[in-house]
């Protein structure tokens, strides 16, 4: 045990592996020629990372605070009252796509909701100090949802919803949002674009979904012009490249925010063990962007640090990942190896190769900082 240990909370609850995405081949919906199956936004995804950290032993150091369910209120704050209505109106009912690929089923606003609850309660027990910092394992996703539909799998629009619960309600002004996603964050960039309170940082790979979104020229508007930084890494893209785009580009830009709170976007489905994208992080990469944003936020948010779950569609690869993270957000080892590494890492691809550094400077020109 390091001497350094951090008080960390893990919010999961048994409801977010009861919401049903509906049949599909992997996210495509079933019908016609494509077979029905299970579709890749499953609960396996979760359900072994909180298996992992107690099976790891790493789960019993960690607190465990209970979800509360969002109200409707704090849902619009970043929701119309037309859309949260449409989505529980069709989870009572016969369940619908509400959006673009966005599936509601029975009891899936409840779930959703509950979803967006366990971020706010996640950045409510780190804002009141009673946790130090805290990771949200949930499902539905939420970084692609917008304001009026959802989007890839996304219901409700999670870390938007909590920033605006943290600023509106907790009196944390200054927030920046770190999404290592492999898709673009466009439902918590579309939420702060004019907001030049909300930092929202998106690492991601360039074009994949949404299509055409998340150009390194989307900055911002109005007052709000360069606090939306975009990084649209190429495919191939590994930890190198990363490595160059937090030191010359993402930790100068947190670190000039000077932020309140920062939240992070975690999904998996940028790691080296995916199908839904092409990149190639793995637990260690993870690891060491946890203790970057560690430094930054107890030089400028007393340490306020939360984790909100979003892709990442291996199963079997996800708990590892997400166990580095929370061993570095508690400062607690569990002496559990990554089985997946040697696979993933070490090769050359890992080091950043120059069309990759050279997306990483375009975006440096387009905030005038090249
Ligand atoms: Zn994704």
Avoid: K
């Amino acid at each position: 045990m390091s001497d350094d240990v951090r008080r960390t909370g893990l919010v999961y609850h048994e409801h977010f592996l009861w919401h049903d995405a509906g049949s599909a081949a992997s996210v495509i919906p079933a019908g016609g020629m494509v077979e029905p199956g299970p579709h890749a936004e499953s609960p396996e995804r979760i359900r072994r990372v909180n298996s992992l950290v107690e099976v790891s032993g790493l789960g019993v150091h960690l607190e465990r605070p209970y979800p509360v369910p969002a109200t409707v209120e704090q849902l619009t704050r970043i929701h119309t009252p037309d859309y949260v209505e449409r989505v529980r109106a069709a989870s009572d009912g016969e369940g619908a796509d509400v959006g673009d690929n966005a599936f509601v089923h029975r009891s899936s606003y409840e779930i959703a909701v509950l979803s967006a609850g366990a971020c706010i309660t996640a950045v409510e027990q780190v804002a009141t100090g009673a946790l130090d910092n805290a990771y949200a394992l949930v499902r539905p996703p939420g970084h692609h949802a917008l304001a009026d539909r959802g989007m890839g799998g996304c219901i409700f629009s999670n870390v938007a919803i909590a920033v605006r619960h943290a600023q509106d309600a907790l009196g944390l002004e200054r927030v920046a949002v770190v999404d290592w996603d492999a898709h673009h964050g466009n439902g918590t960039q579309d939420a702060f674009y004019d907001d030049p309170r909300v930092l929202t940082v998106s690492l991601h790979q360039s074009g994949c979904y949404p299509p055409g979104s998340g150009t390194a020229q989307e900055t911002g508007d109005g007052a709000a012009v360069r606090t939306n930084v975009n990084v649209p890494l190429p495919p191939g893209s590994g930890v190198g490249a990363y490595e160059v785009a937090f030191e010359r580009l993402i930790l100068p830009a947190l670190d000039a925010h000077r932020p309140e709170l920062m939240i992070v976007a975690c999904g998996f489905d940028s790691s080296g063990w995916e199908t839904h994208a092409r990149l190639m992080l793995h637990s260690e990469a993870y690891r060491g962007f946890t203790r970057d944003l560690l430094g930054i936020a107890s030089a400028h948010a007393g340490g306020r640090l939360v984790y909100c779950h979003e892709g990442g569609y291996s199963p079997a690869y996800a708990p590892f990942c997400a166990l580095t993270i929370l061993e570095e957000l508690s400062g607690r080892s569990t002496g559990v190896e990554d089985p997946f590494l040697p696979i993933i890492g070490g090769f050359d691809y890992q080091e950043p190769q120059p069309h990759q550094v050279a997306v990483i400077e375009e975006v440096l020109r387009a905030h005038g900082r090249s």
